[in-house]
């Protein structure tokens, strides 16, 4: 990607922040090199500025996601750096781009160059047309929800100072997802508001990624009047900014007559006016500007003009996007304050001391049973450890099970000194107690409770309460321990105070941001995907594919009709040198047992350089045989997609395993459709998998091909049970005999299983039997007793009768 460094002086015209939304990153290959960031240990839409207040009970499922739900891919380094000062509508920015076949000759900005806290940087910086350069020393990117100058930046201007680097994204997760993929440092989000409450998404997203808190802050939002330079305050009419600030607002504006106009953004308020000055937005009318930012295109709301029209925001953004601030400090209310929270890969509780105030954030479930909370904050109240704030959020069934499921496969993996024995501070403060049976039905509503103390974890206390707490909890997790107070510790003070050393005495008119990410062009980039197999499964997959990316298939059987319904090229088995020419992804979408067969046919030698994806129920066997059959300079990605032609995507379960990746944008971009699918991005070894997950496939596979559907007649009335019965046997019996006979074959414990399934049904049998005789034998006894006691009665009645007679003919003898 090329790299583009914008360095504009002062008097230069506004550089838009460009940022498009990122695609999800994954962790990066094994093997592979990883950029040389602050941090270099991995472990495991939004428009709204939220840095304002909010309304309580807001949030929702944190934009989705699952799209990378638990495991976010990883990605390269950043791209280019725009330094961006006050501008003005009569001259533009300059802008130096180069190329792969260019590249560039400075240095601090270049991601290969850039290092880390004690790494190696380039000391050479920017000329700036105007003397204001970049920074020079290790790079430390922090992101951002909003556009530049929004309150986050502000927020992370107070706490790390001017000399990091900003990246602005579209919404919350697009940061979460930058410091996961090892493309920005932390990321600074808005967690709580003293006026609107808690900013739900956030909770969320805090539970789907594996970063942890290394800081606080509390910030005072100030609003300002921002207006083109020379208006007069007199002549503005209308007030444009998010709906929360001008609700914040409505005395000031209400006292001279402003009408309020709702957009989505604080800072873009500021940065619709910019665009209107600048023509990009002429009239008003909603044009959309050049700029690739999400929401470079929306246009000031009808009627309002740079001459008629302010923007509430902050002073930062007036400085800008070339604004005058009129006033300073219009809200209402005086109180309003937002805490943010810098996230990072790597906690600092260990640098945390008795002399530091400290705060550790947690989150945890309980069981349903009465007087589960007052238990679990006993842990905490006996031993006289303060808490700060408790909060109940809702959270799905579904993921309580994942998580509980991926703690399992973490503490499995560090019993045996495996991947989990690698995983972060907050991944490794993760417990689960046993898990409920199978059986035993979630209620409808489950909570996870978010619990602040203000002790650090490390203090023999809080660990003894956290013990404690984890007998208890069905999950529990620290979300990290960090200083109180806006204070910095640990990595995160050392790469600052770093900054701060260099760039000492140096001054750059403009705050430092970064224009975009390498992983903001996955989501337009267009790849070439071809499948191999074109069955129903195929098609299904293509159809999703098809609306992202170009879409060919070959098959021997003649499948054009179903391959044009779904927008997909059809290739006859005799053109496989033109299906493969110039495709950058190879789909195997063949059953298990013909796997092999397929590749053999395939020439191998036009598989280099492309990435081969298998689609299997299974992942161990077919890994084999695409490792040893494939050239070495060819990537092999193996994946299960856990859903099928009858399933949504939405929060169905996309495992995969990054085998031998060399292009690992490719990668993630293949991996991004389901992504945006908001699938369950699942990365897991094909050991694990098979392990998890095999046994499970072929039992329901097995029991839907036995519950035809002669045994299951359509009924107007059904129970639940009855209905989840008829959509198993639906779903497998849709599947090809081909790919269960491959879940047999390539399983060692199908046999064992389908013996157990046996010995099972045997033993049902016998259990009916057993329970038919018994209950024959209750009722030939009864009905046996039943005689005895009829001729008992038919006896007495004789010899009363025998008697009465012998007693008449004594009283009255003949």
Do not use: W
């Not at 992370?156 to 697009?174: I, K, T």
């Not at 002429?282 to 009808?302: H, N, Y």
Request: net charge negative; hydrophobic share 35%.
């Amino acid at each position: 990607m090329a790299a583009a460094i914008v360095v504009a002086g002062a008097g230069a015209g506004v550089a838009s922040s460009d940022c498009g939304r990122p695609s999800p990153g994954p962790p990066p290959p094994r093997g592979g090199s990883r950029p040389p960031l602050l941090d270099r240990r991995h472990p495991r839409s939004d428009d709204d500025d939220h840095a304002l207040s909010f309304p309580r009970g807001g949030g929702g499922g944190g934009g989705g996601a699952s799209s990378s739900f638990f495991r976010p891919r990883g990605g390269a380094a950043a791209g280019g750096i725009v330094v961006s000062p006050p501008p003005t509508t009569t001259t533009t920015s300059t802008t130096t781009t180069t190329s792969a076949n260019n590249p560039p000759s400075t240095g601090p900005y270049d991601s290969s160059r850039s290092g880390g806290v004690g790494g190696s940087s380039s000391s050479s910086s920017s000329s700036s047309s105007g003397g204001g350069g970049g920074p020079t020393g290790p790079i430390v990117r922090v992101a951002f929800q909003g556009e530049a100058g929004a309150y986050s930046e502000k927020s992370l201007r107070e706490l790390l100072g001017r000399n990091v680097v900003a990246v602005p994204r579209p919404n919350f997760e697009s940061c979460y997802r930058a410091v996961a993929s090892n493309e920005c440092d932390y990321a600074i989000v808005p967690i709580e508001n003293s006026l609107g409450g808690s900013i739900h998404e956030n909770y969320d997203l805090m539970l789907r990624y594996d970063l942890t808190i290394v800081a606080e802050h509390d910030f005072r939002v100030r609003h300002c009047l921002l207006t083109r330079p020379g208006l007069d305050v007199g002549d503005v009419k209308y007030a444009i900014s998010h709906p929360q600030a001008l609700s914040q607002c409505d005395n000031y504006l209400r006292a001279r007559g402003i009408v309020p106009r709702a957009t989505y953004d604080t800072a873009g308020s500021a940065k619709m006016i910019s665009d209107c000055l600048r023509g990009d937005d002429v009239g008003g009318q909603g044009s959309s500007s050049s700029s690739s930012s999400s929401s470079s295109s929306r246009g000031m709301p009808e009627g309002c003009t740079p001459d008629n029209t302010a923007a509430i925001a902050s002073n930062l953004a007036g400085l800008t996007f070339g604004l005058e601030c009129k006033e300073e400090g219009i809200e209402d209310d005086d109180s309003n304050f937002t805490r943010f929270l810098l996230l990072g890969r790597r906690g600092v509780g260990q640098y945390l001391n008795k002399k530091i105030p400290s705060k550790t954030s947690l989150v945890f479930t309980l069981p349903n049973n009465a007087g589960a909370l007052y238990k679990s904050l006993a842990c905490f109240s006996l031993r006289d450890i303060d808490m700060s704030k408790i909060e109940s959020r809702p959270m799905s069934a579904a993921l309580l099970n994942y998580l509980r499921f991926r703690n399992t496969v973490t503490m499995n993996n560090r019993e045996r000194g495996g991947l989990g024995a690698s995983s972060s501070s907050s991944s490794s403060s993760s417990s689960s107690s046993s898990s409920p049976s199978r059986s035993e039905e979630l209620p409808r509503f489950r909570y996870c409770f978010y619990l602040d103390i203000l002790s650090s974890e490390l203090d023999e206390g809080v660990q003894n309460a956290l013990h404690h707490l984890r007998e208890q909890s069905d999950y529990c997790r620290v979300l990290g321990s960090y200083p109180a107070n806006s204070r910095l510790v640990g990595p995160v003070a050392e790469a600052v105070e770093a900054l701060n050393a260099e760039n000492e005495g140096k001054t750059h008119e403009a705050e430092l941001r970064l224009k975009s990410l390498p992983s903001d062009d996955d989501d337009t980039r267009r790849l070439n995907i071809g499948f191999v197999g074109y069955g129903a499964f195929g098609q299904y997959l293509s159809k999703q594919m098809s609306s992202h990316h170009n879409v060919r298939c070959i098959d021997p059987v003649d499948k054009s009709k179903q391959a044009e319904e779904n927008n997909v090229e059809y290739f006859p088995t005799f053109d496989t040198s033109n299906f493969l020419h110039g495709l950058d992804v190879v789909v195997i979408a063949v059953p298990m047992i013909e796997l092999e067969e397929t590749m053999e046919s395939l020439p191998l030698e036009k598989l280099r350089n492309k990435l081969i994806v298998e689609v299997c129920p299974l992942n161990a066997y077919p890994r084999t045989v695409l490792s040893r059959m494939l050239p070495p300079n060819t990537d092999i990605l193996c994946t299960n997609p856990m859903f099928g032609p009858e399933l949504p995507l939405d929060g169905v379960p996309f495992v995969y395993e990054r085998v031998r990746i060399s292009d690992a944008r490719r990668a993630n971009c293949f991996l991004s459709t389901f992504e945006r699918a908001r699938c369950k991005m699942v990365e897991m070894a094909a050991e694990d998998h098979d392990a998890y997950v095999a046994d499970a496939e072929f039992v329901t596979h097995l029991t839907g091909r036995l519950l035809d559907r002669n045994l299951l007649p359509v009924s107007p009335v059904s129970s639940r049970e009855y209905s989840a019965l008829c959509d198993v046997a639906d779903m497998t019996t849709n599947d090809s005999f081909d790919m269960f006979y491959g879940m047999f074959k390539y399983n060692d414990r199908a046999k064992e299983l389908l013996n157990k399934m046996r010995d099972n049904l045997a033993s049902v049998e016998r259990k009916l039997a057993a329970k038919e005789a018994y209950l024959a034998a209750s009722a030939e006894m009864k009905n046996t007793d039943r005689q005895k006691l009829l001729a008992e009665c038919r006896l007495l009645l004789r010899e009363m009768a025998k008697s009465n007679a012998n007693s008449a003919h004594v009283e009255h003898p003949q």
